[in-house]
């Protein structure tokens, strides 16, 4: 990466690849030396000019920029990637990393560095260029004369990592393993954005500085994506501890183990430190860790978060001279607000962790003897586990909501707690410091206390990868929330103790011990990390005014007692470090981020969705979708009847979609599931059927399939068609319980179709003939669980096809049943079909549409025999087996919907659909010649990219022009609607000087004209 600067028109031109970035502000100013027709061209120094924030961006080709006028300013800082953009004092900056050493690498291909040095260059003046060039830059850049040289030094400190090979905010669970499923071979080993998703985004401690930058990003075709990734124009740093370390398992291979902890910079208030919650569910001291575990043959993974108690609560100390030095004493609990305000804020932040992992089990480990002033804090987080559970109890129910705090939980409610979507299980955890002393960071756990988790450890998984079979065998599917009461010592030794024996566990599934050397390394990444993060936050606890909004005696108290506990020891000045941090992260007063235009771009792109038409079309494609419980069968016969069924057409299917419930028997209390010897067998049995018997002589390929317990999802294409798929991703979301982690549940796939997005599910809900309620618990369970990248969930797809053994059964007697089916009275018949009671009421499958049924039930039969259940259960035939689809307008048709009847080996009938589905089609060579005619009109307007942005002395009326196309998107700091560039926040300035206090004297109304002086000495005030 190579950084080149045109002193005026004062231009940057940063160059990666074939790829340039040319950066400008639209009205820089110039020092007196020289040029002064240019300086009094652009005399703005006032710092409310709309302007001062502004700056224009434009992504383009190398070989666009003339280059020549340039000086490169690279060769005497070597640039490796962009941290993105600030404005401190009406002075706009560009931001790089300059020197950074590798710290971590969790799998190969990925690499974590941590920060050593960074550069900032300034955009709108040349009042800092004469550092560019000299042999004391660094000195000089050190010292307090450079602009946020506090800044620069809090950044190299050696807690800031960053990855330019994947998104360092992101999980490796997250961001996923390259499946090569089947046939399909396309590698989409891209770039993967998660910084500016709603739970990744708090671990981005340069989201001030990028967030515009990404919104960039965000504005670009794909293609230009993929270039402006490559370049490496956009990174993400989060602070906290990374570290890998070589290990041998007990097999003799070899592995990567890897710890990773990142700190979240989320929370309005202190980050750091004894306090509770903010308004929007973020807490003190959060922090996600993951272990990962590399090695040839596989990749383990787990993630572990862990945070204060999150309610709004705050430390009062009654400071004495005998509690000086005293590490409790004359402390208390005080409760800041109201339960009902503390619950607002409680339930945000469960929400926000089960959004993103699914389940959530709480770690408590708060002292219960009540002589401790913390377990008042303890008691208050019961309350308000209670009262969510309580709370989403009877929303299950369809009952009021509103009740009192102190009523405990129903018995049955208390019984069958593991039936609601959101219920918080939690498990105390008595851990006291000489508990933590006695066992040490060793490759031993206490086997006291790993006894209270190991269930709730089963049911929330693991993720495992094996790279032979590219294919997961386990997905980490809740999180451990360890709560303690400052998030430090005992939160990183509970979350050494639960990731240890996860290792253990998970690795017993496969046949694999773990071994000494493994977990003898793993205690001591967990200590290291200890060591680190207590000295990174401890070292850091603010009590500033600027971070936080206790009263003033409450402040003053705390400040006394803990000066001596956090800072007397301390090197760190917390004063310079705290102001660092503000300007990082946006924080001080008169900051305001900075806004980039990019008005060719925008200009192109507005003119190319007026001109649509005229490269898109649309064609229709062919789908088939079956569902089939096998009862645990691999059946070697002839399926072509199921394939091909008689109401075949002779259009040839261009996507085979079909799930397979019961594909294996059951095995409870494994994280990890090893057995994919079934699913392998039916995905080719199926493929070879496809292949050979289809009257066209098609070759169809394995797009994806996967498993979860036993159900299996498989996708197959048409070979001609599979260029057209991109973005294909998968999702899975278990709903069984107690030991059976894989009973039953859903799985979804997701991809690109040309430009239609689509989505297919399976699932296999609860079984019972009185248990639809349940069915319709687990139908919310899957659909809110299932979600893919950048937080989309199967609603936002254009088209979804939800099949499975949905197992709703009919409310009538088997005779009743029996009678209608044999008169093929089957309208009548479905009058009384739970899961269309529930679809009328609008419960179950909002939203989603079934074609008509004209096929008998498909549950349950005699194996190998065309009776209904003959066995002493006789239990009642039904649809249980069904396919359901949504669709944005007019995007599909259904053309059949049957069942093969013939097939007999399951107690289930395979059912089948077939689609017609609209998909839209961009002509991409169009769109290019399309894209360049409407580049030519504009440069023929406006200039050529040279003209324009670089021999053009003053650019604000392109900026204007920008803005009159797109406004930019609104932040804390300033709104779209806000024309000017206003802020959204009004900046009142500190006094400088004490004396001086606001005159009481002036008018209460602040338009009444006086005389009378704002401010006035406080001497005054009794004159």
């Not at 308000?384 to 939980?409: D, V």
């Amino acid at each position: 990466m190579k950084l080149y600067l045109n002193e005026r028109p004062r231009t940057f031109v940063l160059v990666s690849n074939d790829s340039a970035l040319i950066v400008r502000h639209p009205s820089p100013t110039y020092g007196k030396e020289s040029h002064s027709h240019l300086s009094r061209q652009n005399p703005s120094n006032n710092k409310n000019d709309h302007t001062l924030t502004k700056v224009i961006v434009e992504f383009v080709k190398r070989d666009l920029v003339d280059l020549s006028r340039f000086q490169e300013l690279s060769p005497s800082s070597t640039l490796i990637c962009l941290l993105g953009f600030f404005n401190m004092k009406g002075k706009v900056y560009i931001a790089f990393i300059t020197k950074s050493k590798k710290v971590a690498t969790p799998k190969l291909g990925e690499n974590i560095s941590a920060i050593e040095a960074v550069a900032f260059y300034c955009l709108n003046t040349d009042e800092h260029d004469h550092m560019l060039f000299t042999e004391q830059q660094e000195e000089e850049k050190s010292s307090n004369d450079y602009p946020s040289a506090s800044m620069r030094r809090f950044l190299c400190n050696g807690d800031f990592f960053y990855s330019t090979d994947f998104d360092i905010t992101s999980t490796l669970q997250a961001r996923g393993f390259y499946e090569k499923r089947g046939d399909f071979d396309r590698n989409e080993n891209t770039y993967k954005l998660f910084a500016d998703s709603p739970y990744f985004k708090r671990f981005s401690w340069n989201k001030f500085l990028n967030s515009e930058l990404i919104q960039f990003r965000n504005r670009l075709t794909p293609e230009e994506t993929l270039s402006f990734d490559k370049s490496g124009f956009l990174v993400n740093i989060t602070r906290g501890y990374a570290k890998t370390v070589n290990a041998s398992i007990k097999t003799k291979d070899d592995a990567l183990l890897t710890l990773i902890n990142k700190q979240s910079c989320k929370k309005n208030g202190p980050l750091f430190g004894e306090w509770g919650s903010d308004d929007k569910g973020a807490v003190s001291n959060f922090q996600e860790s993951e272990i990962i575990i590399y090695t040839e043959y596989f990749c383990f993974s787990y993630t572990i978060v862990k945070g204060n108690v999150p309610i709004f609560w705050e430390v009062e100390t009654h400071f004495h001279k005998k509690n000086l030095i005293s590490r409790s004493g004359g402390k208390e609990i005080s409760l800041t607000r109201s339960f009902d305000t503390s619950q607002h804020a409680f339930k945000r932040h469960m929400d926000q962790l089960m959004n993103q992992f699914g389940d959530v089990h709480i770690i408590k480990s708060i002292p219960l003897d009540p002589s401790n002033f913390k377990s008042s804090l303890g008691e208050a987080l019961e309350q308000h586990i209670e009262y969510f559970n309580k709370q989403m109890a009877k929303a299950e129910r369809n009952e009021p909501k509103e009740y009192e705090k102190e009523q405990a939980l129903d018995p049955e409610i208390e019984e069958d707690k593991n039936r609601f979507i959101y219920f918080l299980n939690h498990t105390d955890i008595p851990l006291s410091s000489s508990t933590i002393k006695k066992n040490g960071y060793t490759g031993a756990n206490p086997n006291n206390l790993v006894q209270l988790v190991v269930e709730p450890m089963v049911e929330l998984g693991a993720l495992f990868y094996d790279f032979t079979s590219k294919s997961y065998i386990g997905k980490q599917l809740g999180v451990f929330r360890i709560t303690t009461y400052d998030s430090l010592s005992k939160a990183n030794f509970l979350s050494k103790i639960i990731c240890q024996e996860v290792i253990q566990l998970a690795f017993r599934d496969i046949g694999i011990i773990p071994g000494d050397d493994l977990l003898n390394k793993h205690a001591k990444l967990w200590k290291e990390c200890n060591e680190f993060i207590n000295k990174n936050i401890l070292s850091f606890i603010s009590y500033s005014t600027k971070l936080q909004k206790s009263s003033q005696a409450s402040k003053k108290k705390n400040i006394k007692s803990q000066v001596s506990k956090r800072y007397l020891n301390s090197v760190i000045d917390p004063k310079v470090n705290e102001t660092a941090l503000l300007k990082l992260l946006g924080r001080l007063q008169d900051q305001t981020s900075v806004i980039i235009h990019n008005p060719i771009h925008d200009y192109i792109m507005k003119e190319l969705q007026k001109n649509a038409k005229l490269y898109t079309s649309s064609k229709e494609i062919n789908l088939f979708a079956s569902t089939f419980n096998v009862n645990g069968t691999m059946y070697k016969g002839d399926i072509k009847d199921w394939l091909f069924p008689p109401g075949y057409d002779s259009m040839p299917y261009d996507l085979v979609f079909i799930g397979i419930q019961e594909i294996i028997e059951l095995t409870a209390s494994k994280m990890v599931n090893v057995d994919s010897v079934n699913r392998q067998f039916w995905e080719n049995h199926i493929k070879w059927h496809l292949n050979e018997l289809n009257p066209d002589k098609i070759k169809y390929m394995s797009l994806w399939s996967g498993q979860l317990g036993g159900l299996s999802l498989f996708v197959f294409i048409k070979s001609t068609e599979i260029s057209k798929i991109s973005q294909l991703e998968s999702s899975i979301k278990k709903t069984g319980f107690r030991g059976v982690s894989a009973n039953k549940g859903g799985i979804a796939v997701r991809f690109k179709y040309e430009s239609t997005e689509v989505c297919l599910i399976t699932s296999h809900l609860a079984a019972g003939l009185t248990n639809s309620d349940e069915r319709h618990h687990d139908y919310k369970v899957i659909s809110k669980g299932i979600k893919f990248s950048r937080n989309k969930r199967i609603k936002d797809h254009d088209v979804a096809i939800w099949l499975g053994d949905l197992n709703y059964r009919i409310n009538l007697s088997n005779e009743q049943a029996k009678l209608l089916i044999e008169q093929k009275d089957y309208a009548k018949l479905f009058e009384f079909d739970q899961l269309n009671l529930q679809m009328a009421n609008g419960e179950s499958f909002p939203f989603f549409d079934e074609p008509e049924i004209r096929f008998p039930p498909t549950y349950k039969f005699d194996n190998n025999t065309k009776e209904y259940d003959t066995s002493e259960k006789q239990r009642i035939p039904a649809w249980t087996d069904r396919i359901l689809y949504m669709s944005r307008p007019n995007l599909i048709k259904p053309v059949l919907y049957d069942c093969v009847e013939d097939i007999i080996f399951s107690d289930h009938r395979p059912v089948l659909a077939n689609f017609k589905i609209k998909i839209n089609i961009e002509n991409e060579t169009v769109k290019k010649n399309l894209s360049s005619e409407i580049y030519d009109n504009y440069i023929t307007k406006f200039g050529e990219i040279n003209d324009l942005f670089i021999n053009n002395n003053n650019l604000t009326y392109l900026v204007d022009l920008d803005a009159n196309v797109l406004p930019p998107p609104s932040s804390d700091s300033n709104k779209w609607w806000l024309v000017g560039g206003l802020p959204a926040k009004v900046t009142i300035q500190e006094l400088n000087k004490t004396n001086m206090v606001i005159n009481p004297r002036c008018p209460k109304n602040p338009f009444k004209k006086t005389e009378e002086p704002e401010f006035i000495q406080k001497a005054l005030l009794n004159s």
